[in-house]
């Protein structure tokens, strides 16, 4: 047996020893602690009650898998496959990106902006898992929020997202680089958002292998030539689809805050603010529509 004996305390151990190499103590304890807890469907209250708790073989198993898979470079989000995203538990695969902390103060910004104003029409295009989407109905029950996407796989995991949490957000097919007039009408929208792709190819060299090697890349990267393509695209659909001053938000690219907000203001938009995030990067843009 790979481990001393079939109780927590040896696996939490073996936690420790295997993955030192790679990740800091602090790390490797909620890895530990959180695939506990998934295992088996355990709360943090009962992770304290319970001190030592034995396992079965097939337990033993799937932890020795896990931390197999953490070396390999697997994100952990994948590997028990969910995340926590603005209080909601997001399903999470290679199918979509994982959720980023930066991504909920996003949310954040929106749900501040419309300040509580309740019966909204929001479209969040390139959608993911679905999670700002989700995020934003959760809290605006009664606004009528929609959800795009061009990856068919990565919708069924945004629809999957939905069911479980029990939240009615419309996903539609939509490729956001193309105008398709027949999914809404003209001056429609109170909201757009989105977190389209932005990393240009020439930083794949600085991508951590836990991202490069599992996270699909049509959600990450753009050409070096057009790293704004997608904010182009969506910023005219914004002009024709939302209503006189509704909202545009954006997650940018650190390194091209500015660029954006020049070609959201070229593009007949007023307000249009660039907004830290909590390390203070440049990653949020929101602008208002004449």
């Known amino acids: 047996m790979f481990v001393?004996?079939?109780t927590s305390d040896a696996v939490k151990s073996y936690f420790l020893e295997r993955l030192a190499v790679v990740f800091s103590e602090r790390e490797i304890l909620t890895f530990y602690k959180e695939s506990l807890k998934k295992r088996l469907k355990l709360s943090d209250t009962d992770l304290i009650l319970q001190k030592d708790i034995r396992l079965s073989e097939s337990d033993l198993l799937f932890f020795r898998s896990v931390v197999k898979r953490l070396l390999n470079h697997e994100p952990f989000q994948y590997i028990i496959g969910e995340t926590f995203?603005?209080?909601l538990t997001i399903r999470c695969d290679e199918r979509a990106l994982i959720p980023r902390p930066e991504t909920e103060e996003l949310v954040n910004w929106v749900l501040n902006t419309l300040n509580s104003k309740n019966h909204q029409?929001?479209?969040d295009m390139c959608t993911g898992t679905g999670c700002i989407a989700l995020a934003l109905k959760s809290k605006l029950s009664n606004s009528k929020v929609f959800a795009t996407d061009f990856s068919l796989e990565a919708l069924a995991l945004a629809k999957k997202n939905a069911m479980?949490?029990?939240l009615g957000v419309?996903?539609?097919?939509e490729n956001a680089l193309v105008y398709d007039s027949d999914n809404?009408?003209?001056n429609s929208l109170d909201v757009i958002v989105s977190n389209p792709p932005y990393i240009p190819m020439k930083d794949k060299s600085q991508?951590?292998?836990?991202?490069?090697d599992f996270e699909p890349h049509m959600a990450l990267f753009v050409s070096d030539e057009n790293p704004l393509i997608f904010y182009r695209a969506i910023t005219e659909k914004a002009n024709s689809l939302l209503k006189p001053s509704g909202y545009l938000f954006f997650e940018i690219h650190e390194n091209y805050g500015v660029q954006t907000k020049e070609l959201v203001?070229?593009?007949?938009?007023d307000e249009v603010e660039l907004k830290l995030d909590l390390q203070g990067k440049k990653r949020m843009l929101r602008a208002k529509k004449k």
Not at 207 to 212: T, Y
Not at 265 to 269: A, C, K, P, R, T
């Open 207 to 212: 991508m951590e292998k836990n991202v490069l």
């Open 265 to 269: 203001e070229s593009l007949g938009f």
């Open 121 to 123: 029409v929001i479209v």
């Open 85 to 87: 995203f603005y209080d």
């Open 170 to 173: 419309d996903f539609i097919e």
């Open 164 to 166: 479980l949490l029990n």
């Open 184 to 186: 809404f009408e003209i």
């Open 4 to 6: 001393s004996d079939n």
